[in-house]
C-alpha cells in the first residue's frame, strides 16, 4: 500500500491508497482534487482508496513458492512507455527483498516509440543503476540497446522474445528475489509470469 498525507485544495487529509508507487498516489491526489472541486465529500472519497487493488497485469504483486524457493513477483506485463517504465522500476527499486534475494526486472520491448526507440530503453540503463536492480533480463530487439548498455554484473539473460527468455529465467530463479516483469502488451512478458507460477506454484 501508500500512505499519504496532502493538502488537497486547503483541506488535509491522510489516507491509506490500496496499491503501492509515488505514480498512483499522485493519481489518487488527482482523483480526491476532482472530489473537492465538485462537492463531493473528501474523507469518504479518501476512506475508499484503501480498497483499490491494481488490475491484472498492472502492478498485481504474488507471492510464489515454498521455503527454500520463494519469490515475489510484480506483474506490470500489460504494457509498457518510458514514463510507465521508469515508474515500475521506481516500484521495484523500493521493494524490500527478504534476506539474501535481488531485485530482478524482466522486461521487453517499449513498441510504437519510432525512431528514438532504441535510446529510449537505453535510457533505463541509468534509473536501473540508481536504484539498485541487481539484475536485468531482457527480450526484444529494443531492449538489447538497454542490455548492452548494462555493466556486466547487472546484465542477466538475453533473447530475442517472452518465450526464448522463460527457461533463463526460471532457472535463475533465487529464494527471496523480488521480479518486476513489464513490457507492451505485444512483446508478450504475461507468459513469463504465468512460467513462474507454474513452476513455483501460484501466489497469494
Not at 86 to 94: F, I
Not at 121 to 143: R, T, Y
Request: charged share 20%; with cysteine; net charge negative.
Amino acid at each position: 500500500c501508500s500512505c499519504v498525507t496532502a493538502d488537497i485544495l486547503g483541506e488535509d487529509v491522510t489516507f491509506k491508497l490500496g496499491v503501492p508507487g509515488e505514480h498512483m498516489a499522485q493519481n489518487a491526489l488527482a482523483v480526491l482534487a476532482a472530489c473537492k472541486l465538485v462537492g463531493g465529500d473528501l474523507a469518504e472519497a479518501a476512506l475508499a482508496l484503501a480498497g483499490l487493488a491494481p488490475a491484472k497485469g498492472r502492478g498485481v504483486r504474488l507471492t510464489l513458492g515454498e521455503p527454500g524457493l520463494s519469490v515475489l513477483v510484480i506483474d506490470e506485463s500489460y504494457n509498457a512507455n518510458p514514463a510507465s517504465m521508469r515508474a515500475a522500476l521506481a516500484l521495484l527499486g523500493q521493494a524490500k527483498s527478504d534476506g539474501a534475494g535481488r531485485l530482478v526486472a524482466v522486461l521487453g520491448d517499449m513498441l510504437e516509440l519510432g525512431g528514438d526507440a532504441d535510446l529510449l530503453h537505453a535510457g533505463l540503463a541509468e534509473p536501473i543503476e540508481q536504484l539498485g536492480i541487481d539484475v536485468v533480463h531482457a527480450c526484444g530487439p529494443h531492449m538489447s540497446a538497454l542490455w548492452e548498455s548494462l555493466p556486466t554484473d547487472r546484465r542477466g539473460a538475453y533473447a530475442a522474445t517472452s518465450q526464448d527468455l522463460i527457461e533463463q529465467v526460471v532457472c535463475d530463479l533465487r529464494d527471496g528475489d523480488v521480479l518486476m516483469i513489464k513490457g507492451s502488451l505485444g512483446s508478450r512478458m504475461a507468459p513469463v509470469v504465468e512460467a513462474i507460477k507454474s513452476t513455483l506454484g501460484d501466489g497469494n
